[in-house]
């Protein structure tokens, strides 16, 4: 029966959500994707990411550390919808595989801890959905813990996410009494009993019928405020319908200016269903979201979400099986069938798709045809790799393909045998095609392996699958930070001539640089490069002046202090002179990466070290220690709030510091201290950098 409806569904794009679900370690992602998958019949057994039964924790790490590390998809119908889930990390070390989901998204699920609130990690990936413009309603989870307030967790929202929260819900009960909530826009009750799966509806309970009336004037009146029509009817009547608040909260959450909250237990299988009617009601399908724009022969085009239309898929995810490489899709148009020959757009190489598969984790339904709005995965792709656009090979088109963060740590790694040493780069050649933000490289002077990754969780999952899934031992060296170089004082009106002449056309090239630091909008030391010319009276041709913003950008890839990258400087031709004959792009090129290399060094530079913010939670009486252990690894402690028998200190510290913290935090609270991080950029670093 679930079969025949998929596949009417097929072409039905306003019956299809494609989400994802977002939120902090530990908030209850896997656990709501679970709820989920069983509430939609999916499943027939809830399970359990402490007992490692969960659908979307396949993998063997996931399950031994408790914890989600790689984006899983899984497909479901409710309410006569397909909903297309993606079940994404919520360690900073993953944040990569958050970014590359939120790419090919088209609403998502933000689910926050009903005691914490708002988290480091929540933030993080509530930016990263702003700047993909991916609509969210938001879940208060876990309100059956001591110390659940769901008024609580909705302030941190407000206050730190800078959003409206548009409550919807009432909690029935509070901690272990927490039974169901009070519909706001029906007034009514949803309540579960012990053991039920399903929730029985009535009337708002007498005690609550005030609170629950409030709290509706409050949701009536901060709708009205945003929306126009909602307005209207407000000022005409004094009061919104059902119909029209549901319409606005549509609305508002789909343009961003308001996000819907709901609440509920997920391990208790409380605050499911009405989660799923949200969704449906909501979050857009594909035809809700404007068309997806790319390019073909430098002009910009747009695709709009027709089966029809010719086809645009975005590779977003690669991965390794058993029975072949799985490439995972969004298609954006057109309609994908077995046997299908299609464009890989960016490196003009046709593909063949040998099967497409429905996805659940790790499990897969063969499918004869894909269209517009599916997320899919195929096989048969040879070199397709994550960001790649695959197309109609008539009509090709290239998409904007996820940005991938630059690895921060780096680790030497050898083979345990001189022998294993071409399958260990095999294997590490396959993690970087896998996860886009592993990088592997030879380090010219030692001649070493190095790995570089997002954090030191982040290279530990990828030296345990390389020994787990090629039987390879691994060693790996210790952690190192990846640093920079910045422009402290700058130097102005250096003066560069670049004359070569050895037979034939010769090169000239005069250029005048000033470099001096790059300031954000704060006034501090900003990241980034930024070239201008002032150049007047035509003295160095427009041409000329492009080659010498190369030549400075060739430049910044090794600063004077120790090779280095180069970031946060402004660079400004400000005069120069060419030659009739010997000057050429090539010799102002030259002329630009040879004058910024002497500028530098005559410019005061600095090291810059990358930080994270890190929020730690320990018991009261473990807080000294913690304060003077942070101090001694040079965090700055930005604040500090109390809670009932735990403190919640948030500092800045290096991240070179933060190598081992966790077993240091363990020994000083006796197993009671728990941390999170952030990466938040670079700072000035002391002349000597622990984990160099």
Same mark, same amino acid.
């Given at each position: 029966?679930?079969? !025949?409806?998929?596949?009417?569904?097929?072409? #039905?794009?306003?019956?299809?959500?494609?989400?994802?679900?977002?939120? *902090?370690?530990?908030?209850?992602?896997?656990?709501?994707?679970?709820?989920?998958?069983?509430?939609?019949?999916?499943?027939?057994?809830?399970?359990?990411? *402490?007992?490692?039964?969960?659908?979307?924790?396949?993998?063997?790490?996931?399950?031994?550390?408790?914890?989600?590390?790689?984006?899983?998809?899984?497909?479901?119908?409710?309410?006569?919808?397909?909903?297309?889930?993606?079940?994404?990390?919520? *360690?900073?070390?993953?944040?990569?595989?958050?970014?590359?989901?939120?790419?090919?998204?088209?609403?998502?699920?933000?689910?926050?801890?009903?005691?914490?609130?708002?988290?480091?990690?929540?933030?993080?990936?509530?930016?990263?959905?702003?700047? @993909?413009?991916?609509?969210?309603?938001?879940?208060?989870?876990?309100?059956?813990?001591?110390?659940? %307030?769901?008024?609580?967790? $909705?302030?941190?929202?407000?206050?730190?996410? @800078?959003?409206?929260?548009?409550?919807?819900?009432?909690?029935?009960?509070?901690?272990?009494?927490?039974?169901?909530? $009070?519909?706001?826009?029906?007034?009514?009750?949803?309540?579960?009993?012990?053991?039920?799966?399903?929730?029985? !509806?009535?009337?708002?309970?007498?005690?609550?019928?005030?609170?629950?009336?409030?709290?509706?004037?409050?949701?009536?009146?901060?709708?009205?405020?945003? @929306?126009?029509?909602?307005?209207?009817?407000?000022?005409?009547?004094?009061?919104?319908? &059902?119909? #029209?608040?549901?319409?606005?909260?549509?609305?508002?959450?789909?343009?961003?200016?308001?996000?819907?909250?709901?609440?509920? +237990?997920?391990?208790?299988?409380?605050?499911?269903?009405?989660?799923?009617?949200?969704?449906?009601?909501?979050?857009?399908?594909?035809?809700?979201?404007?068309?997806?724009?790319?390019?073909?022969?430098?002009?910009?085009?747009?695709?709009?979400?027709?089966?029809? &239309?010719?086809?645009?898929?975005?590779? /977003?995810?690669?991965?390794?099986?058993?029975?072949?490489?799985?490439?995972?899709?969004?298609?954006?148009?057109?309609?994908?069938?077995?046997?299908?020959?299609?464009?890989?757009?960016?490196?003009?190489?046709?593909?063949?798709?040998?099967?497409?598969?429905?996805?659940?984790?790790?499990?897969? =339904?063969?499918?004869?045809?894909?269209?517009?709005?599916?997320?899919?995965?195929?096989?048969?792709?040879?070199?397709?790799?994550?960001?790649?656009?695959?197309?109609?090979?008539?009509?090709?088109? =290239?998409?904007?393909?996820?940005?991938?963060?630059?690895?921060?740590?780096?680790?030497?790694?050898?083979?345990?045998?001189?022998?294993?040493?071409?399958?260990?780069?095999?294997?590490?050649?396959?993690?970087?095609?896998?996860?886009?933000?592993?990088?592997?490289?030879?380090?010219?002077?030692?001649?070493?392996?190095?790995?570089?990754?997002?954090?030191?969780?982040?290279?530990?999952?990828?030296?345990?699958?390389?020994?787990?899934?090629?039987?390879?031992?691994?060693?790996?060296?210790?952690?190192?930070? &990846?640093?920079?170089?910045?422009?402290?004082?700058?130097?102005?009106?250096?003066?560069?001539?670049?004359?070569?002449?050895?037979?034939?056309?010769?090169?000239?090239? @005069?250029?005048?640089?000033?470099?001096?630091?790059? &300031?954000?909008?704060?006034?501090?030391?900003?990241?980034?490069?930024? /070239?201008?010319?002032?150049?007047?009276?035509?003295?160095?041709?427009?041409?000329? =002046? %492009?080659?010498?913003?190369?030549?400075?950008?060739?430049?910044?890839?090794?600063?004077?202090?120790?090779?280095?990258?180069?970031?946060?400087?402004?660079?400004?031709?400000?005069?120069?002179?060419?030659?009739?004959?010997? +000057?050429?792009?090539?010799?102002?090129?030259?002329?630009?990466?040879?004058?910024?290399?002497?500028?530098?060094?005559?410019?005061?530079? $600095?090291?810059?070290?990358?930080?994270?913010?890190?929020?730690?939670? =320990?018991?009261?009486?473990?807080?000294?220690?913690?304060?003077?252990?942070?101090?001694?690894?040079?965090?700055?402690?930005?604040?500090?709030?109390?809670?009932?028998?735990?403190? $919640?200190?948030?500092?800045?510290?290096?991240?070179?510091?933060?190598?081992?913290?966790?077993?240091?935090?363990? +020994?000083?609270?006796?197993?009671?201290?728990?941390?999170?991080?952030?990466?938040?950029?670079?700072?000035?670093?002391?002349?000597?950098?622990?984990?160099?």
């Amino acid at each position: 029966m679930r079969t !025949e409806l998929n596949r009417r569904l097929t072409g #039905t794009l306003d019956g299809v959500r494609n989400l994802g679900i977002l939120a *902090h370690v530990d908030a209850g992602k896997t656990t709501v994707t679970e709820r989920i998958l069983y509430a939609t019949g999916t499943t027939h057994k809830r399970g359990e990411v *402490h007992d490692g039964t969960t659908i979307t924790d396949f993998d063997p790490q996931e399950r031994d550390r408790g914890i989600t590390i790689f984006a899983a998809a899984v497909s479901c119908t409710w309410a006569d919808t397909r909903i297309n889930l993606i079940d994404t990390p919520g *360690h900073v070390d993953f944040a990569d595989e958050v970014e590359r989901s939120l790419r090919v998204l088209d609403g998502a699920i933000a689910v926050f801890d009903a005691v914490a609130g708002v988290e480091p990690q929540s933030e993080s990936v509530w930016r990263q959905a702003d700047r @993909h413009g991916v609509p969210r309603i938001a879940f208060v989870n876990k309100l059956d813990r001591v110390g659940a %307030r769901l008024d609580s967790a $909705v302030a941190s929202i407000r206050e730190r996410l @800078h959003t409206v929260p548009l409550v919807v819900q009432l909690p029935i009960g509070d901690e272990e009494r927490f039974t169901g909530v $009070v519909d706001l826009l029906r007034m009514r009750a949803l309540v579960w009993a012990d053991g039920s799966d399903t929730y029985e !509806e009535g009337e708002v309970p007498d005690e609550l019928r005030e609170e629950a009336s409030r709290r509706r004037r409050l949701l009536e009146e901060a709708v009205a405020e945003l @929306h126009p029509a909602a307005l209207e009817e407000f000022c005409a009547r004094a009061t919104l319908s &059902a119909q #029209t608040l549901a319409v606005a909260l549509r609305d508002l959450t789909r343009t961003g200016e308001g996000v819907v909250v709901l609440c509920g +237990s997920a391990y208790r299988n409380r605050g499911v269903e009405p989660l799923l009617e949200a969704v449906v009601a909501y979050l857009p399908s594909p035809l809700d979201v404007p068309p997806v724009r790319g390019t073909l022969g430098g002009e910009v085009e747009e695709r709009a979400a027709d089966p029809a &239309a010719p086809l645009a898929a975005l590779a /977003f995810k690669v991965t390794a099986t058993p029975t072949g490489r799985l490439t995972y899709l969004r298609l954006y148009s057109g309609t994908l069938r077995k046997g299908d020959t299609v464009l890989d757009a960016g490196a003009r190489r046709s593909e063949r798709v040998g099967r497409i598969l429905r996805v659940q984790a790790d499990r897969h =339904v063969d499918v004869a045809e894909a269209v517009a709005g599916d997320i899919v995965a195929v096989i048969g792709l040879k070199a397709a790799r994550a960001g790649a656009t695959l197309c109609a090979p008539g009509a090709p088109l =290239v998409l904007e393909p996820p940005t991938v963060a630059d690895p921060v740590v780096s680790v030497a790694v050898e083979a345990g045998r001189n022998t294993d040493t071409e399958r260990l780069m095999s294997a590490l050649a396959r993690l970087a095609e896998e996860d886009p933000s592993l990088a592997v490289r030879t380090d010219p002077e030692t001649g070493q392996t190095v790995l570089s990754g997002m954090g030191e969780l982040h290279l530990e999952v990828a030296a345990e699958k390389i020994r787990r899934a090629h039987g390879l031992e691994v060693r790996v060296g210790r952690p190192q930070v &990846a640093l920079r170089e910045t422009v402290v004082h700058g130097v102005a009106g250096l003066v560069y001539r670049h004359v070569k002449q050895d037979g034939g056309a010769g090169q000239f090239a @005069h250029v005048v640089l000033t470099v001096e630091p790059l &300031a954000d909008a704060d006034g501090e030391g900003g990241a980034g490069f930024e /070239f201008r010319s002032s150049v007047v009276g035509g003295r160095v041709p427009q041409e000329y =002046v %492009r080659a010498v913003a190369a030549g400075c950008r060739d430049a910044l890839t090794e600063g004077p202090l120790g090779g280095h990258p180069v970031t946060g400087l402004r660079v400004t031709l400000t005069d120069g002179a060419t030659h009739s004959k010997d +000057s050429s792009e090539m010799a102002f090129r030259t002329a630009g990466r040879f004058a910024l290399r002497e500028a530098l060094r005559a410019c005061a530079m $600095v090291l810059l070290e990358p930080v994270a913010e890190v929020t730690v939670t =320990v018991p009261d009486d473990a807080v000294g220690g913690v304060l003077g252990d942070l101090a001694a690894r040079r965090g700055q402690v930005s604040g500090s709030t109390a809670r009932p028998g735990t403190a $919640v200190v948030t500092a800045t510290v290096p991240l070179a510091e933060l190598f081992g913290y966790a077993t240091r935090l363990r +020994s000083r609270t006796q197993g009671r201290g728990t941390f999170t991080t952030r990466a938040t950029g670079y700072a000035p670093a002391p002349s000597t950098v622990p984990g160099r």
